[in-house]
């Protein structure tokens, strides 16, 4: 199985998928340019992957992997991890958006809201 | 001795363009042989083939089968918007992770063959509703390109034949 994490934030996705793989940092994160990249394998042999893309190609994005899958038959279950992220209520768009743009002010604070509430929505 | 059977491969070809409505179904249309291979079709012609024209924004990035060719393989168009490079590398990345065997599939873009009058007239027919004016003008530029098509084409099999 392919687990994508989706961000329209590249580090944030980039969070999510290194969360997942147990790596809690933010700091080794490498500044790569692509839109998906996979970060390896999980215990339980999944690949866990990140994904950016602007939020209007949501759609074209959702199409494409579905065929992709189903042509290859390949299990692929995408995350959207904003959309987690927004459910819990003391987390608001400023500090997913310091992390995002790695803006120093207030970074510890946020980095430390946003795993924390990454823990929840990771599969 | 030996008696060794050889069972031919079936690929995956997946021709994409911007909305999956013309290049990518005129190319998958030749190679399945609904499109002639040996001469300029004429406007008519590239009207009727299935798909043409009528792709639904809402349903863009599905691939959607035109056939199997001679050889049994599935060909298939989508449409991928202004993401091309971008999904398709994801594809390809996707297809690297799961090891599938690089040889089972072609990806190929078509979009960079087609001139303005296409581009123009696919603007009319699905996004400003002139659909009729606009269905003739993007078949009259895909018939002044129809020779790169074939290439094109011409191509992709010969690389399905190298496998």
Same mark, same amino acid.
């Given at each position: 199985?392919?687990?994508?994490?989706?961000?329209?934030?590249?580090?944030?996705?980039?969070?999510?998928?290194?969360?997942?793989?147990?790596?809690?940092?933010?700091?080794?994160?490498?500044?790569?340019?692509?839109?998906?990249?996979?970060?390896?394998?999980?215990?339980?042999?999944?690949?866990?992957?990140?994904?950016?893309?602007?939020?209007?190609?949501?759609?074209?994005?959702?199409?494409?992997?579905?065929?992709?899958?189903?042509?290859?038959?390949?299990?692929?279950?995408?995350?959207?991890?904003?959309?987690?992220?927004?459910?819990?209520?003391?987390?608001?768009?400023?500090?997913?958006?310091?992390?995002?743009?790695?803006?120093?002010?207030?970074?510890?604070?946020?980095?430390?809201?946003?795993?924390?509430?990454?823990?929840?929505?990771?599969? | 001795?030996?008696?060794?059977?050889?069972?031919?491969?079936?690929?995956?070809?997946?021709?994409?363009?911007?909305?999956?409505?013309?290049?990518?179904?005129?190319?998958?249309?030749?190679?399945?042989?609904?499109?002639?291979?040996?001469?300029?079709?004429?406007? /008519? $012609? #590239?009207?009727?083939?299935?798909?043409?024209?009528?792709?639904?924004?809402?349903? !863009? &990035?599905?691939?959607?089968?035109? =056939?199997?060719?001679?050889?049994?393989?599935?060909?298939?168009?989508?449409?991928?918007?202004?993401?091309?490079?971008?999904?398709?590398?994801?594809?390809?990345?996707?297809?690297?992770? /799961? $090891? #599938?065997?690089?040889?089972?599939?072609?990806?190929?873009?078509?979009?960079?063959? !087609? &001139?303005?009058?296409?581009?123009? =007239?696919?603007?009319?027919?699905?996004?400003?509703?002139?659909?009729?004016?606009?269905?003739?003008?993007?078949?009259?530029?895909?018939?002044?390109?129809?020779?790169?098509?074939?290439?094109?084409?011409?191509?992709?099999?010969?690389?399905?034949?190298?496998?």
């Amino acid at each position: 199985m392919i687990i994508i994490y989706y961000s329209p934030f590249k580090r944030i996705a980039w969070l999510a998928a290194q969360t997942h793989l147990g790596k809690f940092s933010a700091d080794d994160i490498c500044l790569l340019q692509k839109n998906f990249i996979c970060w390896g394998k999980d215990r339980n042999g999944n690949n866990v992957c990140s994904l950016t893309y602007h939020r209007q190609h949501q759609q074209l994005y959702k199409y494409a992997l579905q065929g992709i899958g189903t042509l290859f038959n390949i299990n692929i279950v995408c995350i959207d991890v904003d959309e987690g992220l927004y459910r819990n209520k003391q987390l608001k768009m400023w500090h997913i958006i310091i992390v995002a743009w790695n803006v120093p002010i207030f970074y510890d604070r946020c980095i430390k809201l946003v795993m924390n509430n990454l823990q929840s929505i990771i599969v | 001795m030996f008696n060794i059977e050889l069972e031919d491969r079936v690929l995956v070809i997946v021709y994409y363009c911007f909305a999956g409505a013309h290049a990518s179904v005129v190319a998958s249309a030749i190679h399945c042989g609904i499109l002639p291979s040996t001469r300029v079709p004429n406007c /008519e $012609e #590239i009207i009727k083939i299935p798909y043409y024209d009528s792709a639904d924004p809402d349903h !863009i &990035g599905i691939p959607s089968l035109m =056939g199997i060719d001679e050889r049994g393989n599935k060909v298939y168009f989508m449409g991928m918007y202004n993401q091309r490079s971008e999904i398709s590398f994801l594809i390809k990345e996707i297809i690297r992770i /799961e $090891e #599938i065997n690089q040889n089972d599939f072609i990806f190929q873009d078509t979009f960079p063959i !087609i &001139g303005l009058a296409t581009k123009v =007239g696919g603007l009319l027919s699905k996004r400003f509703g002139i659909t009729m004016q606009g269905r003739l003008l993007s078949a009259w530029g895909i018939k002044r390109k129809y020779y790169d098509f074939l290439n094109l084409v011409c191509n992709v099999k010969k690389s399905t034949s190298d496998v």
